[in-house]
């Protein structure tokens, strides 16, 4: 019954491996995003997906690439991943864009040794 | 530079206290503004979104205010209780499809 759901909840890992990081919505929304809340708490968008096309994507490094295989799923994948990796990463879906409510999923969180 | 504040960074109150939860946002050309609530170790929650058109958004204790002129909106809580403790964020959007700028969020805490 999750309307967004996140896997794996926890990722610990080492410097420099590659890591994915999948999101999958069952409520049949056109938009999917991926913010990254850092330990001072801030959230930030970094992603933004329309029906599989990429709308916004912020000043984020190249190690990430997020993929949309279909619109109800948006995954992160992360090469050569660093110590500033570490934070909680959200995803979240809307129906028709930013403008509708965003709904959430619970985050998953990495940290890099 | 588009920029969203909310001040103080935490707030503890009294259960049965009302109490107003402040945001200001620097972009006037606001298209609409939301509120969050987020628990601990949990994701986003969404409360009110209020439209540039509007006013104000209401939802059972809560009442969300917007001000463009003054680059404001308030979350009202009313009559609080324990289990509103949580950190409330307020996020601003200037256009259709572009991105939510979040504040830092208020965390509350609501004593029995």
């Known amino acids: 019954d999750t309307a967004v759901s996140q896997t794996p909840k926890y990722l610990v890992t080492q410097m420099g491996n590659d890591k994915s990081i999948k999101c999958e919505q069952n409520?049949?929304?056109?938009?999917m995003y991926w913010y990254k809340q850092d330990s001072k708490k801030f959230l930030k968008i970094m992603f933004s997906?329309?029906?599989?096309?990429?709308?916004i994507n912020e000043t984020v490094p190249n190690r990430f690439s997020p993929k949309s295989p279909d619109k109800a799923h948006l995954n992160l994948h992360i090469n050569s991943l660093e110590l500033g990796d570490s934070a909680v990463y959200f995803c979240a879906s809307s129906q028709r864009g930013a403008e509708e409510t965003q709904y959430f999923g619970p985050g998953t969180r990495l940290l890099v040794l | 530079k588009q920029e969203v504040t909310q001040i103080p960074a935490a707030l503890s109150v009294p259960e049965g206290e009302n109490l107003v939860l402040n945001c200001s946002f620097t972009?006037?050309?606001?298209?609409?503004l939301q509120w969050f609530r987020q628990d601990p170790g949990k994701g986003l929650t969404s409360l009110l979104l209020i439209q540039s058109s509007q006013r104000e958004q209401t939802s059972g204790r809560l009442n969300a205010s917007l001000d463009k002129s003054s680059g404001r909106s308030t979350l009202y809580i009313a009559a609080s209780q324990p289990g509103d403790s949580a950190t409330y964020l307020c996020a601003e959007q200037t256009g259709a499809n572009s991105k939510l700028t979040f504040g830092k969020g208020i965390t509350l805490s609501v004593r029995p």
């Open positions: 972009d006037s050309a606001i298209y609409n």
């Open positions: 997906y329309n029906n599989k096309e990429l709308i």
């Open positions: 409520l049949g929304h056109d938009t």
